[in-house]
């Protein structure tokens, strides 16, 4: 059974930082995503990482986010990170963590390639 769990949500203010986490389990993926939803907003893409091998990896941002979140991977713990810096009240959403079996360019996934998701952790950014 396939299972992503999250954690690392959490109030801060503007221009602090968090690391959220997402430990996969019940099979291997491609690539994990992350994504978020805002009150009253669509889903929209935060970062995706991919990985070939070991050590080979490929990062995709949201373009509202360059700069200021970095993915990374654990691979011994099957778990991703998202550390964000500098956050702002405009990153104040719902964090979902997801997963893909699809191969493609790290610029590439969308979230319909995604079929595992996490149960979402609260981000909250005060100004």
């Known amino acids: 059974q396939v299972q992503l769990v999250e954690s690392g949500g959490g109030l801060v203010q503007a221009g602090d930082s968090l690391r959220l986490s997402c430990a996969a389990s019940?099979?291997?993926?491609?690539?994990m995503g992350w994504f978020r939803q805002a009150p009253g907003k669509e889903r929209e893409f935060v970062a995706a990482?991919?990985?070939?091998?070991?050590?080979?990896?490929?990062?995709n941002y949201a373009n509202s986010v360059k700069g200021r979140f970095t993915g990374s991977r654990d691979n011994v713990k099957n778990t991703v990170y998202l550390q964000m810096n500098n956050l702002k009240p405009e990153d104040t959403a719902v964090y979902y963590c997801?997963?893909?079996?699809?191969?493609?360019?790290?610029?590439?996934?969308?979230?319909?390639?995604?079929?595992?998701w996490g149960q979402g952790t609260q981000v909250t950014v005060s100004s």
């Open positions: 990482i991919s990985w070939s091998g070991r050590n080979a990896y490929y990062k």
């Open positions: 019940g099979r291997t993926f491609s690539a």
């Open positions: 997801a997963a893909s079996s699809f191969v493609r360019p790290i610029d590439s996934y969308t979230g319909p390639d995604f079929g595992s």
